[in-house]
Protein backbone atom coordinates (compact mmCIF):
# COMPACT_ATOMS: atom_id res chain seq x y z
CA UNK A 1 0.00 0.00 0.00
CA UNK A 2 1.27 3.72 -0.84
CA UNK A 3 2.28 5.46 2.24
CA UNK A 4 0.12 8.98 1.44
CA UNK A 5 1.92 10.60 4.26
CA UNK A 6 4.29 10.91 2.28
CA UNK A 7 2.43 12.71 -0.33
CA UNK A 8 2.98 16.19 -1.76
CA UNK A 9 1.21 19.05 -0.98
CA UNK A 10 1.26 21.12 -3.75
CA UNK A 11 0.79 18.50 -6.89
CA UNK A 12 -2.32 18.10 -8.39
CA UNK A 13 -1.50 15.65 -10.24
CA UNK A 14 -1.82 12.89 -8.24
CA UNK A 15 -3.21 9.51 -10.65
CA UNK A 16 -4.52 6.05 -9.59
CA UNK A 17 -2.64 3.32 -11.30
CA UNK A 18 -3.14 -0.30 -12.29
CA UNK A 19 -3.29 -1.39 -8.35
CA UNK A 20 -5.26 1.55 -6.76
CA UNK A 21 -2.06 3.23 -5.82
CA UNK A 22 -1.22 7.09 -5.94
CA UNK A 23 1.39 8.04 -8.69
CA UNK A 24 2.24 11.03 -9.91
CA UNK A 25 0.54 12.37 -13.33
CA UNK A 26 3.61 14.11 -14.04
CA UNK A 27 6.96 11.60 -13.37
CA UNK A 28 4.29 8.50 -13.17
CA UNK A 29 6.09 7.55 -10.14
CA UNK A 30 4.84 6.27 -6.66
CA UNK A 31 3.70 9.56 -4.09
CA UNK A 32 6.77 9.12 -2.02
CA UNK A 33 8.92 11.22 -4.78
CA UNK A 34 10.47 13.93 -2.43
CA UNK A 35 13.84 13.03 -3.22
CA UNK A 36 13.06 13.48 -7.12
CA UNK A 37 10.81 16.14 -6.93
CA UNK A 38 11.89 19.81 -6.83
CA UNK A 39 8.26 21.33 -5.92
CA UNK A 40 7.70 18.61 -2.94
CA UNK A 41 6.43 19.38 0.12
CA UNK A 42 5.00 16.98 2.72
CA UNK A 43 1.67 16.96 3.53
CA UNK A 44 1.88 17.22 7.10
CA UNK A 45 -2.18 16.33 8.33
CA UNK A 46 -1.58 12.71 6.26
CA UNK A 47 1.69 12.95 8.20
CA UNK A 48 0.27 13.60 11.35
CA UNK A 49 -2.85 11.16 10.48
CA UNK A 50 -0.41 8.13 9.59
CA UNK A 51 1.43 8.75 13.05
CA UNK A 52 -1.50 8.49 14.93
CA UNK A 53 -2.51 5.27 13.07
CA UNK A 54 0.75 4.06 13.78
CA UNK A 55 0.65 4.88 17.59
CA UNK A 56 -3.05 3.35 17.54
CA UNK A 57 -1.34 0.15 15.84
CA UNK A 58 0.93 -0.37 18.20
CA UNK A 59 -1.17 0.13 21.31
CA UNK A 60 -3.39 -2.89 19.80
CA UNK A 61 -0.51 -4.71 18.38
CA UNK A 62 1.06 -6.28 21.43
CA UNK A 63 5.00 -7.41 20.00
CA UNK A 64 7.20 -9.35 21.89
CA UNK A 65 10.14 -7.57 22.45
CA UNK A 66 13.29 -8.40 22.64
CA UNK A 67 14.51 -8.34 26.23
CA UNK A 68 17.61 -6.36 27.25
CA UNK A 69 19.73 -9.15 27.76
CA UNK A 70 19.16 -10.36 24.16
CA UNK A 71 19.95 -6.20 22.94
CA UNK A 72 23.19 -6.81 25.30
CA UNK A 73 24.27 -10.14 23.08
CA UNK A 74 23.04 -8.64 20.05
CA UNK A 75 25.61 -5.71 20.51
CA UNK A 76 28.55 -7.50 21.76
CA UNK A 77 28.28 -10.32 19.06
CA UNK A 78 27.90 -7.07 16.34
CA UNK A 79 30.83 -5.49 18.02
CA UNK A 80 33.27 -8.81 17.61
CA UNK A 81 31.66 -8.75 13.88
CA UNK A 82 32.88 -5.29 13.41
CA UNK A 83 36.18 -5.78 15.24
CA UNK A 84 36.98 -9.13 12.89
CA UNK A 85 36.09 -6.97 9.49
CA UNK A 86 38.44 -4.36 11.02
CA UNK A 87 41.08 -6.99 11.62
CA UNK A 88 40.66 -8.66 8.44
CA UNK A 89 41.29 -5.51 6.26
CA UNK A 90 44.30 -4.31 8.38
CA UNK A 91 45.48 -7.87 7.42
CA UNK A 92 44.65 -7.64 4.13
CA UNK A 93 46.17 -3.72 3.44
CA UNK A 94 49.33 -5.04 4.91
CA UNK A 95 49.71 -8.46 2.92
CA UNK A 96 48.90 -6.27 -0.54
CA UNK A 97 50.41 -2.59 0.53
CA UNK A 98 52.28 -3.49 3.08
CA UNK A 99 52.50 -1.65 6.70
CA UNK A 100 53.98 1.56 5.86
CA UNK A 101 51.16 1.95 2.91
CA UNK A 102 49.52 5.16 2.87
CA UNK A 103 45.93 3.22 2.76
CA UNK A 104 46.86 1.51 5.96
CA UNK A 105 48.67 4.88 7.68
CA UNK A 106 45.42 6.52 7.03
CA UNK A 107 43.29 4.08 8.34
CA UNK A 108 44.90 2.26 11.37
CA UNK A 109 47.71 5.35 12.31
CA UNK A 110 45.52 8.67 11.78
CA UNK A 111 43.51 8.98 14.17
CA UNK A 112 40.89 10.98 12.31
CA UNK A 113 41.38 8.59 9.90
CA UNK A 114 40.42 5.78 11.71
CA UNK A 115 37.41 7.34 12.90
CA UNK A 116 36.07 7.96 9.94
CA UNK A 117 36.94 4.11 8.98
CA UNK A 118 34.85 2.77 12.23
CA UNK A 119 32.17 5.14 11.33
CA UNK A 120 31.38 3.81 7.80
CA UNK A 121 32.64 0.67 8.64
CA UNK A 122 29.68 0.16 11.66
CA UNK A 123 27.23 2.44 9.26
CA UNK A 124 27.77 -0.10 6.47
CA UNK A 125 27.68 -3.33 8.68
CA UNK A 126 24.02 -2.33 10.63
CA UNK A 127 23.13 -0.74 7.14
CA UNK A 128 23.38 -3.52 4.48
CA UNK A 129 22.14 -6.58 7.03
CA UNK A 130 19.42 -4.78 8.47
CA UNK A 131 17.89 -3.41 5.15
CA UNK A 132 18.58 -6.81 3.53
CA UNK A 133 17.67 -8.97 6.55
CA UNK A 134 16.33 -7.21 8.95
CA UNK A 135 19.04 -9.20 10.91
CA UNK A 136 22.75 -8.73 12.22
CA UNK A 137 24.66 -11.36 12.56
CA UNK A 138 23.93 -11.37 16.06
CA UNK A 139 20.16 -10.78 15.81
CA UNK A 140 20.72 -13.91 14.22
CA UNK A 141 22.20 -15.92 17.40
CA UNK A 142 19.57 -13.96 19.73
CA UNK A 143 16.93 -14.88 17.25
CA UNK A 144 15.57 -11.19 16.92
CA UNK A 145 14.94 -8.67 13.92
CA UNK A 146 14.10 -5.41 13.23
CA UNK A 147 10.54 -4.12 11.87
CA UNK A 148 8.70 -0.83 11.98
CA UNK A 149 6.40 0.53 14.26
CA UNK A 150 4.03 -1.83 12.36
CA UNK A 151 5.32 -4.95 12.24
CA UNK A 152 6.61 -4.28 8.57
CA UNK A 153 10.40 -4.79 6.85
CA UNK A 154 11.99 -1.50 7.04
CA UNK A 155 13.08 0.52 4.37
CA UNK A 156 16.96 1.39 3.51
CA UNK A 157 16.49 5.16 4.54
CA UNK A 158 15.01 4.24 7.46
CA UNK A 159 17.83 1.70 8.64
CA UNK A 160 20.46 4.05 7.45
CA UNK A 161 18.83 6.23 10.21
CA UNK A 162 19.00 3.62 12.33
CA UNK A 163 22.87 3.14 11.81
CA UNK A 164 23.80 6.55 11.98
CA UNK A 165 22.12 7.41 15.37
CA UNK A 166 24.19 4.65 16.92
CA UNK A 167 26.64 7.59 17.14
CA UNK A 168 24.69 9.54 18.92
CA UNK A 169 26.31 10.15 22.53
CA UNK A 170 25.31 8.01 25.21
CA UNK A 171 22.67 5.98 22.48
CA UNK A 172 23.61 2.42 24.66
CA UNK A 173 22.56 3.80 27.75
CA UNK A 174 19.07 5.75 26.31
CA UNK A 175 17.65 2.28 27.15
CA UNK A 176 17.16 3.20 30.83
CA UNK A 177 15.00 6.20 29.75
CA UNK A 178 12.68 3.67 27.88
CA UNK A 179 13.54 0.10 28.22
CA UNK A 180 11.79 -1.24 24.89
CA UNK A 181 14.10 1.00 22.57
CA UNK A 182 17.10 3.45 22.24
CA UNK A 183 17.21 6.27 20.35
CA UNK A 184 18.14 4.92 17.39
CA UNK A 185 14.94 3.09 17.91
CA UNK A 186 12.65 5.95 18.35
CA UNK A 187 14.28 8.27 15.81
CA UNK A 188 14.26 6.09 13.25
CA UNK A 189 10.73 4.62 14.49
CA UNK A 190 11.76 0.91 14.67
CA UNK A 191 11.84 -1.95 17.16
CA UNK A 192 13.69 -4.90 17.68
CA UNK A 193 11.35 -7.79 18.34
CA UNK A 194 11.77 -11.74 18.97
CA UNK A 195 12.22 -12.69 15.58
Known amino acids: MTDLSKSCIKCDHLQRN ?16 EDT ?6 NKQMQERKEKEESEFRNKVKFNYATSNKRIGNYAIDMLAIVAVE ?17 YSLLFNDSIGKLIFIFLLNVL ?8 TGRTIGKYFTKTKV ?10 A ?9 FIPFDQISY ?7 WHD ?10
Open 158 to 166: GILLRSVCR
Open 186 to 195: SLSKTIVIEK
Open 147 to 156: VTLTGEKPGW
Open 18 to 33: ENSEMNCGITKQAVHF
Open 125 to 132: YYTLFEAI
Open 87 to 103: MLTGAFLIAFYGRDSAI
Open 176 to 182: LLNSDSG
Open 37 to 42: CDLFEM
